[in-house]
């Protein structure tokens, strides 16, 4: 009996919020990822074989079990627990050239966003003006204008059905993206700029009416584009609110340079509970859920809807399998130089405290699938962090500059961070290392995105050109 249990160890699967799969099993040391993902699919009974990455104790296992075990040295007397993630079915591929420098605006770009399926490209600006492109052809397709003031921010409704811009002067635009036609009068409201705007989730409400905005004046306010009007002020910040998400359970956050996180419930705009912890200004807050919320029933397929009805129900069923069983997980960054990690619907308290950067977090990213986090800050890093026990990961540098604004890829392999220094940088998660290196841009580089079908990047800067990058 003896001979024949030398080489077992005794495995236990959990997924990554820690559910254990089944009971725990004897597995032959030889066994390594593809082994395990035969398994995992057979005690899940799945029809169609998914992909799987597994990890012992944050790390990935890459080679048989039997060298894991005797590299690290591990007990085979103990229990081992593997963590399975699921990965994408699509693969995204790296891009490694810039397929059109787009000339156009006449100051810095700002800000750049995909449309939630990837076919249209907005861009914001210091000259004023919101841009449409079209991506078939890569040329201007049409030049918004009708702002006082530098376009600093710009957001698409998640049925890809209107875009709407918030400027430096206060007021905010909604246009048509099929004909770069203003729809009605600016709404007007806010008394200082407007630093984020957020749509309502297209599976709480289709066709998408509502969206909210935050403004330098320390108030976020929600808008009804078919009443044209704000229809309620959220109050409560003493400072500028800097950040502002609108949650898939219905809830809107709000972060603050008062040092605050407030939640606020969207039938009255009543104040539901405040984040409190960091020591200095919120500057960016991200969602677990938020690409299933920015494509709403948009996905790799290019699947389109018929009516806002079938919408929400695809929206719906996408949100539902992306959140699982878990609570939505928000993550902060602030100047502070710490994150927290919160599940605000179970806890005001942070689930853990995340540092390591040394200077100003500027931006925090929700991978797509929602097991990353990332967050770009002034000290030229960017660092990656488990998204479900907010654990860091891995530091990735290559920057000689603060890093701005970073994106995913849609199937959650790819990191992309754009810099002052005038680079884009792509970042490969499961090796941890440079993928890609992209000069190309004269000057600091504001803003990237990477589209949601996963074709393109986007980019825009200090030297006013658009450019566009294809793999």
């Known amino acids: 009996m003896e001979d024949e249990t030398v080489n077992n160890v005794m495995c236990q699967f959990t997924d990554p919020e820690g559910t254990t799969l089944g009971a725990p099993l004897y597995l032959p040391q030889n066994a390594g990822p593809h082994q395990l993902q035969q398994i995992v699919n057979k005690l899940l009974n799945n029809e169609e074989k998914l992909p799987y990455a597994f990890y012992i104790s944050d790390q990935e296992l890459a080679v048989p079990l039997e060298t894991y075990l005797h590299k690290n040295k591990v007990s085979v007397e103990k229990v081992l627990a593997i963590v399975y993630q699921p990965q994408a079915i699509f693969r995204i591929r790296p ?83 099929q004909t770069g036609k203003p729809s009605g009068n600016p709404l007007m409201g806010h008394k200082k700029w407007i630093t984020g705007i957020s749509w309502e989730p297209v599976h709480l409400n289709a066709p998408c009416r509502r969206f909210v905005s935050a403004s330098k004046d320390g108030d976020a306010r929600i808008w009804d584009i ?47 509970r405040e984040l409190k912890g960091h020591g200095h200004w919120v500057n960016s807050l991200a969602l677990s859920t938020e690409y299933v919320l920015r494509t709403g029933a948009f996905d790799h397929t290019g699947k389109t809807h018929s009516s806002p009805e079938e919408m929400k129900k ?53 991978s797509p699938d929602g097991n990353w986090v990332a967050s770009a800050s002034f000290d030229k890093s960017v660092k990656l962090w488990n998204g479900i026990t907010g654990k860091f ?13 970073i994106s995913w890829s849609a199937d959650s392999r790819l990191l992309l961070s754009g810099s002052k220094d005038s680079t884009l940088k792509i970042w490969d998660i499961r090796t941890l290392k440079l993928k890609q290196d992209l000069p190309g841009h004269a000057d600091e580089v504001f803003a990237v995105d990477w589209s949601p079908d996963g074709e393109k990047v986007a980019s825009g800067g200090k030297d006013r050109v658009l450019k566009l990058w294809m793999g």
């Not at 990961?393 to 604004?405: E, L, S």
């Open 314 to 366: 695809v929206a719906l069923e996408r949100y539902n399998k992306m959140k699982g069983n878990a609570p939505e997980r928000l993550v902060s960054g602030s100047d502070d130089f710490t994150m927290f990690l919160w599940e605000p619907a179970v806890s005001k308290l942070p689930k853990t405290r995340m540092t390591g950067h040394q200077q100003l977090v500027n931006h925090v990213y929700f």
């Open 393 to 405: 990961v891995a530091a990735f540098r290559g920057h000689v500059g603060p890093v701005y604004q």
């Open 226 to 272: 078919s009443l044209r009007k704000s229809v309620i002020c959220l109050s409560g910040h003493t400072l500028a609110i800097t950040c502002v998400k609108w949650g898939g359970d219905g809830v809107i956050y709000t972060g603050s340079q008062d040092c605050t996180i407030k939640m606020w419930e969207t039938s009255q705009g009543k104040l539901i």
């Open 95 to 177: 891009v490694n050239r810039c397929s059109a420098s787009i000339a156009g605006h006449a100051e810095a770009v700002l800000s750049v966003a995909f449309s939630p399926d990837g076919r249209q490209l907005a861009s914001g600006s210091g000259d004023t003006t919101v841009r449409l492109w079209d991506l078939n052809t890569q040329t201007p397709m049409f030049t918004c204008t009708g702002h006082k003031n530098w376009v600093l921010c710009i957001a698409w409704s998640p049925d890809g059905k209107h875009l709407v811009s918030g400027s430096k002067a206060g007021e905010l635009q909604c246009w048509d993206p």
